[in-house]
């Protein structure tokens, strides 16, 4: 979706950005981060698996961040800090112990029931600035 979204070019756009996620869409982020999550507690997150989850937590903590909300973004900063600590682990599967996983699931709890409500235009940028900080950009 990120990649898609050139910018503001006219009242089309406008009213394309404003608009909500679609359920489908909504439900294909839902099952991913889901199942990466699961699998990270099972002790057997690929390496794909764990770039999703941290391509979502970083996306999480930019929308609380563009929302102002504090609490939100705290708790997406815990989590992120437990999945740091996960992935500096010396392991092929990614392994998350039982602080690290409840403090992700917390912040994925709260994610997971804003997708719905969230604009377009906004998890685009979220999900755009993610990914720049994943690929060091």
């Not at 950005?17 to 909504?26: A, G, I, P, T, Y």
């Not at 764990?50 to 900063?77: F, I, R």
């Not at 092929?92 to 602080?99: A, I, K, N, R, W």
Request: net charge neutral; proline share 2%; aromatic share 8%.
């Amino acid at each position: 979706m990120a990649n898609n979204y050139t910018g503001i070019g006219d009242i089309f756009d406008l009213i394309a950005v404003k608009q909500r996620l679609d359920e489908s869409d909504v439900f294909m982020v839902r099952m991913a981060v889901l199942t990466s999550l699961d699998a990270a507690k099972r002790g057997v997150a690929t390496g794909s698996m764990a770039n999703t989850l941290s391509l979502h937590l970083l996306t999480a903590c930019g929308l609380w961040s563009q929302m102002s909300n504090k609490p939100l973004y705290d708790a997406g900063a815990k989590a992120w800090a437990a999945h740091s600590k996960a992935l500096a682990r010396p392991t092929d599967l990614l392994d998350l112990s039982t602080s690290e996983y409840s403090a992700i699931r917390i912040a994925f709890r709260h994610y997971i029931l804003a997708l719905p409500k969230l604009e377009i235009g906004m998890f685009s940028r979220a999900q755009a600035k993610a990914q720049a900080e994943l690929e060091g950009s």
